[in-house]
């Protein structure tokens, strides 16, 4: 059964940083895109990151370009999300999901599995 579990959100003042991680099983996780989402409360799930399978390709969303960073280790069959420079709009349920294929989408109609979700919330 393919699993996915988000870790590491928690409440952060204005300019920190967090690291999420998403781990697998069930499955092997570099074989998938593998794409980062948050959801304000009242807004639309909004698409953050993505890392792609064979090539190892990330896209951000513009609003986290040059603040978050997305990888995957292998080994631990773990991809995470470094986030820097963290903002109040950066709050939310953030998600990790498996695409349906490998390269990146910003659907969140191509992700198939998804996780539970971590809160992030960026308060002083």
């Known amino acids: 059964q393919l699993q996915l579990v988000e870790s590491g959100g928690g409440l952060v003042q204005p300019g920190g940083s967090l690291r999420l991680s998403c781990a697998a099983s069930?499955?092997?996780?570099?074989?998938?895109?593998i794409g980062w989402f948050r959801q304000a409360p009242g807004k639309e799930r909004e698409a953050v990151s993505c890392?792609?399978?064979?090539?190892?390709?990330?896209d951000y969303g513009d609003s986290v370009k040059g603040r978050f960073t997305i990888s995957r280790d292998n080994a631990k069959n773990t991809v995470y999300l470094q986030m820097n420079t963290l903002k109040p709009e950066d709050t939310g349920v953030y998600y990790c999901?498996?695409?349906?294929?490998?390269?990146?989408?910003?659907?969140?109609?191509?992700?198939?599995?998804w996780g539970q979700g971590t809160q992030v919330t960026v308060s002083s």
């Open positions: 999901a498996a695409g349906r294929s490998w390269w990146c989408s910003t659907s969140s109609t191509d992700f198939g599995s």
């Open positions: 069930g499955f092997t996780l570099h074989y998938y895109a």
């Open positions: 890392i792609s399978s064979r090539t190892g390709t990330t």
